[in-house]
């Protein structure tokens, strides 16, 4: 059964550094998004993208975000210069429908470290 | 308040018995997305109910959405010690962005 897949699955960082979190959806899926986790609390909405651009992001995905798809797999989730709070357990999601048929298939997670 | 509540947080049964998790929300919405989390492991996609639907199934799972109570509800039956885990309703209103509810705990004891 195809699946959302994720690399690496547990990255440690140092606050300041920039990372990149990797995804690649299922392949004839077109909506993309990022959802974190911060532990113990609820999955919350960063950013969706379709058509190579972003369509909505939320107040938590600021300008130290940015998401980019490279190529016609891999979709990604960069954040420039990172803050301890940044640690948390991002999850990339993707979907092959839109509004009311959108079902939302995530993959395993990144645990992120800010040190 | 949140748009996605569970309860209870947290439920304790025996295998074998029934569980049901209840999920309120404020907003008209689209569908309601139930989704299961083994600790510290991703999300796993059970069931989708659209606004027009009251009651879907899917094997041991029964889903059931009011929309003029702004709630839903997901029943495992013949629960399973595999079935612990936590379970999440989200909610997609008229956007594609999904938010999720607290969450419940589920634990079933062998």
């Known amino acids: 059964e195809p699946e959302v897949t994720q690399t690496p699955s547990h990255q440690v960082t140092q606050m300041g550094q920039e990372v990149i979190l990797r995804c690649v959806p299922i392949?004839?899926?077109?909506?993309f998004y990022w959802y974190r986790q911060i532990l113990g609390q609820k999955v919350e909405f960063l950013v969706s993208f379709y058509n190579n651009e972003i369509s909505e992001k939320s107040e938590i995905f600021d300008d130290q975000f940015s998401v980019e798809r490279p190529d016609g797999s891999n979709f990604t989730l960069k954040i420039r210069s990172t803050k301890l709070e940044d640690s948390a357990m991002y999850f990339c999601a993707s979907s092959g429908l839109a509004g009311v048929y959108n079902e939302q298939f995530f993959g395993p997670g990144t645990r992120l470290t800010v040190l | 308040s949140q748009q996605g509540e569970e309860d209870p947080q947290a439920l304790s049964i025996q295998e074998g018995e029934n569980a049901t998790m209840n999920c309120s929300y404020k907003t008209s919405i689209n569908n309601l997305q139930w989704y299961r989390q083994n600790s510290g492991r991703g999300l796993v996609h059970l069931i989708l109910?659209?606004?027009?639907?009251r009651e879907k199934h899917s094997g041991r799972l029964r889903v059931t959405l009011d929309t003029s109570k702004k709630s839903s509800s997901l029943l495992i039956t013949a629960s399973r010690a595999a079935d612990t885990a936590s379970y999440f309703c989200?909610?997609?209103?008229?956007?594609?962005?999904?938010?999720f509810g607290t969450g419940t705990r589920l634990q079933v004891f062998p």
């Open positions: 989200a909610t997609l209103l008229n956007t594609d962005k999904l938010i």
């Open positions: 109910i659209r606004s027009n639907e």
């Open positions: 392949s004839n899926h077109l909506y």
